[in-house]
């Protein structure tokens, strides 16, 4: 194993004794959001970049406690702020490459729906080009199949990917529609994060106003009726690469969506 797997471990088992809950240190290359916390059906996991496995212990007790207590540890902060920054300085802009953009599917057309989701929802916060970032993603293989996110938002790349087992007739187009507005909000809160505070490099995954927005939008109770109801046949589709196989709709939207959330569109961790 290598010395960054133990330090991920090392620095995961610390984090769950003293923060007092399950909580998964992992080092990524992210270059801007050099530090990412959020939820997900496991307990709490903290993204870092991979040079936060060599920093001092000042900084990672820095991290620990703006964990815990968010901006009330202003020292710890202001620590933490200072080493991101320097660190971004070294690591300098992040290098966008070229990725294959597949809009047009079996069932769906990314490339309508974004447009659609573009006009009604974000007029004037993105522009009409945001629709050439707008892909299906890659089927993962059997063996990678342990989890299931429906979508993603890539701020390196300014990309939103959708997962390829919506593409089907089985999936109704107002929840794929409702992907798409949850993955493009992700687009504008980064947006809005860095032109006020542009040397921010560590934030929330799903902030308060993220929240309030979703729930604001005029499909959402149905969207989360629908993938309460279909969460296991969506599962099954992608592992088996197969068609879903619906069954008969649950009486209300109740525990299960929560668990849903947790496992297809992970979750904010609190500072």
Same mark, same amino acid.
């Given at each position: 194993?290598?010395? +960054?797997?133990?330090?991920?471990r090392?620095?995961?088992?610390?984090?769950?004794?003293?923060?007092?809950?399950?909580?998964?240190?992992?080092?990524?290359?992210?270059?801007?959001?050099?530090?990412?916390?959020?939820?997900?059906?496991?307990?709490?996991?903290?993204?870092?970049?991979?040079?936060?496995a060599?920093?001092?212990?000042?900084?990672?007790?820095?991290?620990?406690?703006?964990?815990?207590?968010?901006?009330?540890?202003?020292?710890?902060?202001?620590l933490?702020?200072?080493?991101?920054?320097?660190?971004?300085?070294?690591?300098?802009p992040?290098?966008? +490459?070229?990725?294959?953009?597949?809009?047009?599917?079996?069932?769906?057309?990314?490339?309508?729906l974004?447009?659609?989701?573009?006009?009604?929802?974000?007029?004037?916060?993105?522009?009409?080009?945001?629709?050439?970032?707008?892909?299906?993603?890659? +089927?993962a293989?059997?063996?990678?199949?342990?989890?299931?996110?429906l979508?993603?938002y890539?701020?390196?790349r300014?990309?939103?990917?959708?997962?390829?087992?919506?593409?089907?007739?089985?999936?109704?187009?107002?929840?794929?529609?409702?992907?798409?507005?949850?993955?493009?909000?992700?687009?504008?809160?980064?947006?809005?994060?860095?032109?006020?505070?542009?040397?921010?490099?560590?934030?929330?995954?799903?902030?308060?106003?993220?929240?309030?927005?979703?729930?604001?939008?005029?499909?959402?109770?149905?969207?989360?009726?629908?993938?309460?109801?279909?969460?296991?046949?969506?599962?099954?589709?992608?592992?088996?690469?197969?068609?879903?196989?619906? +069954?008969?709709?649950?009486?209300?939207?109740s525990?299960?969506?929560?668990?849903?959330?947790?496992?297809?569109?992970?979750?904010?961790?609190?500072?």
């Amino acid at each position: 194993m290598s010395l +960054r797997a133990d330090t991920a471990r090392e620095w995961s088992r610390r984090f769950t004794r003293e923060l007092g809950r399950q909580t998964t240190v992992c080092f990524g290359r992210a270059r801007r959001n050099v530090v990412l916390v959020r939820t997900t059906s496991r307990g709490r996991e903290v993204r870092l970049n991979e040079h936060f496995a060599d920093a001092p212990a000042e900084v990672r007790d820095a991290l620990l406690a703006w964990l815990r207590s968010g901006k009330r540890a202003r020292r710890a902060s202001d620590l933490l702020d200072a080493w991101i920054e320097e660190l971004a300085r070294r690591l300098g802009p992040p290098r966008r +490459r070229s990725i294959a953009i597949e809009q047009e599917g079996v069932a769906h057309d990314l490339r309508a729906l974004a447009l659609e989701v573009l006009a009604a929802e974000f007029p004037v916060e993105l522009p009409r080009s945001q629709v050439e970032r707008v892909t299906w993603g890659r +089927r993962a293989s059997r063996a990678a199949r342990r989890t299931l996110q429906l979508g993603s938002y890539d701020p390196e790349r300014d990309v939103v990917r959708v997962h390829p087992v919506l593409d089907q007739s089985g999936v109704p187009e107002s929840f794929v529609r409702y992907v798409l507005f949850h993955e493009l909000l992700h687009a504008v809160i980064d947006r809005t994060v860095r032109e006020s505070s542009p040397k921010r490099r560590r934030r929330a995954h799903h902030p308060q106003e993220f929240r309030r927005r979703e729930q604001a939008y005029p499909g959402f109770e149905q969207a989360m009726r629908w993938q309460a109801e279909h969460l296991s046949e969506l599962f099954r589709s992608a592992r088996s690469g197969k068609p879903m196989r619906t +069954r008969a709709a649950l009486p209300a939207v109740s525990r299960a969506w929560k668990a849903a959330q947790g496992w297809l569109f992970p979750d904010e961790l609190p500072g």
